[in-house]
């Protein structure tokens, strides 16, 4: 299974970007400053947008699903047990997970924007996507939340799974790390020899390569073990 970007550029205006790239399963993780092209790149590979040159080609992969930045965006129906409903999914369970129970007729436009993200999120993770791909998911989320999101992200090793963040602290497992460079979308490579190469890379981890110290992937766990090995 596999998504491909054939010589994809991207227009909007006098803005462009160029992407040359195959995504095969695992997690892969795409870094870019603000207004890169981070959500055009998302929208483009899932067809939800077309490119205006080049060509995005699915090889084995029959379900996709774009999570989009914005919850309420995605937001369907009038009642939480509607909204869970519409995704094919027992409601019960999903309002549980997003520990949500007991909130069943409540408008979801209703709910805090991290809730909302809490029960989007629970929504597509409940689905079994061959391609996901997330803008920016884990924004709105508290540290406890980020940290089961990402858990979950970890589990879908078989799938292809697309992580658009501007995410500076928690992460989940990471097979590929990839940036938005100069207009360009480049690979710096599988984890952890990606890392060393990563320009976009958030405060913790440029502290560790400035240590010395490369963390042996991007989970909580790996960027605190690599910190205890700075200096000894
Ligand atoms: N419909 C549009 N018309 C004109 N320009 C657009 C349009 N949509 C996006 N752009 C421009 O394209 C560029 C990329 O936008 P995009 O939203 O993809 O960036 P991003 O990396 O997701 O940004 P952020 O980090 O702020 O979420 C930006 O300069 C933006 O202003």
Redesign the pocket.
């Known amino acids: 299974m596999h998504l491909t970007l054939e010589k994809v550029v991207i227009r ?2 006098d ?1 462009s970007l160029s992407c040359d790239a195959t995504f095969t399963p695992g997690v892969h993780l795409i870094t ?1 400053r ?7 790149l998302a929208e483009v590979m899932t067809g939800v947008a077309q490119p205006a040159e080049g060509r995005v080609r699915l090889d084995g992969i029959k379900k996709t699903m774009l999570s989009l ?1 914005f919850p309420e965006y995605q937001i369907t129906q009038r009642t939480l047990h509607a909204e869970a409903t519409s995704w094919g999914i027992d409601p019960d369970l999903i309002l549980a997970e997003a520990r949500l129970t007991g909130l069943e007729q409540r408008d979801p436009l209703t709910l805090s924007r991290g809730e909302q993200k809490r029960l989007q999120l629970t929504c597509i993770l409940a689905s079994d996507h061959d391609l996901l791909v997330l803008d920016e998911p884990l924004s709105s989320l508290d540290c406890m939340e980020k940290e089961r999101v990402c858990r979950r992200l970890g589990e879908r090793q078989s799938r292809i799974t697309i992580l658009f963040t ?1 995410e500076q602290w928690t992460f989940p497992r990471v097979d590929m790390i990839w940036e938005i460079r100069d207009h360009q979308l480049v690979c710096c490579g599988p984890v952890p020899e990606g890392i060393k190469t990563w320009q976009t890379a958030p405060p913790p981890v440029l502290m560790l390569l400035r240590a010395g110290v490369v963390p042996e992937n991007l989970t909580p766990e790996d960027l605190k073990e690599a910190a205890c090995r700075i200096n000894g």
């Open positions: 909007h205006e803005w870019g603000i207004g890169a092209g981070k959500s055009s930045q501007h």
